[in-house]
């Protein structure tokens, strides 16, 4: 989505329109952001394709982990929230909720609450004395006091280096797919025990392909309440929340902002111990005994022999497959974001790839803000998941236009 731009034309180029904010990202949290910032009075320019990431890495047949209320985009009067969208059209609300479901929304979300989203992607961003300078990729140039960053997990795809050098016709990555049908009849190996994983694992075998799942360990099942226990004592022993049941997931959602206060090394402990590999309960039927599920197993190494793929496990089996999908999830590196000018790139404070952000999701850079999966290792796992889009939008944007504001 990089264009490589000559840096003396840009200098040259006239700024075709002045805005006070522009969101890079026009997903659940650039969306959930804009409409905020709207409604603050702000001039504001979102450029990015609408749910890009959802429609185009995410395969047809999905359905979504959350619980249908946690997956509600955010407008400031909650006009536009998923209640309202299931009453307009008439629908009554499902758990799991499909993925065509939630596209369907977040379409009716935007049209209302950030009806003028830009679909050109942004492929420079600069900054220049107090303001920035954003280069869209069909040679536009507009300015701004501020930017607001919410680029989408395709910009984050982690492959592990012992993939690396397999031909991407025959490993990729799950994001990779939005349909599965290609692979009908073909023998495809999965590695990982994620939802991610799991879920391709099962869509796979019900289109047709052989399919067997590697995981390290044992798969971690996200179970129902257990029944033997009255309801009340259910909700008191693991209360439901936005990211699932549990008192700690309970504390962040009501909560959203506390994580940012205690130490750095606490909240990494958090983020990568917390919300890790596992699967929704509903897909355990379509897995166990339906898929060739080999857990505590690794790969020791994995090869190209004649147009196939061979694994070798650590027990010192071989194995021979059509194609291997990694379940290997994302990693944020934002200095490798390719819309981001080196200079900004240089001052960029970061943490394990991370933007460190302030308290109001501001970066070291000032005006520039992260939101979104970018922003967990400074707020949380929270900010993983769509039902963080509220928190985040009402944070940011009051401190976007009280800051907006100073400036004029």
């Not at 997956?71 to 209640?83: G, T």
């Not at 003028?116 to 507009?142: A, C, F, K, M, P």
């Not at 049941?245 to 309970?250: E, T």
Request: proline share 5%.
């Amino acid at each position: 989505m990089s264009v490589s731009l000559n840096p003396k034309k840009n200098q040259s180029s006239t700024p075709s329109a002045q805005y006070d904010v522009v969101v890079m990202g026009a997903g659940p949290y650039g969306l959930s952001l804009s409409a905020h910032l709207l409604g603050h009075g702000l001039k504001i320019a979102t450029f990015g394709k609408v749910n890009y990431f959802w429609r185009n890495h995410m395969p047809d047949g999905m359905l979504l982990r959350s619980f249908w209320w946690a997956s509600s985009l955010s407008d400031p009067q909650k006009k536009y929230a998923i209640a309202r969208y299931y009453e307009a059209q008439g629908k009554t609300p499902v758990d799991p909720m499909p993925r065509e479901t939630f596209l369907d929304y977040v379409n009716w979300f935007q049209k209302h609450a950030v009806p003028n989203v830009d679909e050109t992607y942004i492929s420079n961003i600069e900054r220049v004395d107090d303001h920035y300078r954003v280069t869209l990729e069909d040679g536009r140039v507009v300015t701004s006091k501020v930017v607001a960053m919410a680029p989408g997990l395709h910009y984050y795809i982690y492959c592990p280096e012992e993939y690396a050098h397999m031909p991407r016709h025959l490993v990729s990555h799950q994001s990779e797919h939005a349909t599965l049908e290609q692979f009908k009849g073909q023998r495809v190996a999965v590695i990982g025990g994620g939802q991610g994983s799991l879920e391709t694992a099962a869509l796979l075998n019900e289109q047709g392909a052989k399919v067997s799942v590697f995981v390290r360990r044992t798969v971690r099942w996200l179970n129902l309440h257990n029944s033997i226990y009255p309801m009340w004592a259910r909700y008191l022993r693991a209360p439901k929340a936005g990211m699932g049941y549990g008192w700690s997931n309970l504390f962040q959602e009501k909560y959203p902002y506390s994580l940012h206060g205690v130490s750095r090394a606490r909240r990494d402990n958090i983020v990568d111990n917390t919300h890790g590999p596992a699967g929704s309960h509903w897909l355990k039927p379509r897995i166990i005994g339906q898929v060739d599920l080999r857990e505590n197993t690794s790969i020791t190494k994995i090869e190209e022999v004649d147009g196939k793929v061979k694994l070798t496990l650590a027990n010192g089996k071989e194995e021979i497959y059509d194609h291997v999908i990694l379940g290997t999830g994302y990693r944020p590196d934002v200095k490798a974001l390719p819309m981001l000018d080196e200079n900004i790139k240089d001052a960029l404070q970061t943490h394990r790839g991370s933007p460190v952000l302030n308290s109001h999701f501001e970066t070291s850079v000032p005006g520039l803000y992260f939101v979104g999966f970018s922003s967990a290792r400074s707020f949380g796992p929270f900010y993983r998941f769509v039902v963080g889009a509220d928190a985040a939008a009402r944070r940011a944007s009051g401190a976007i236009a009280k800051q907006v504001v100073r400036s004029r």
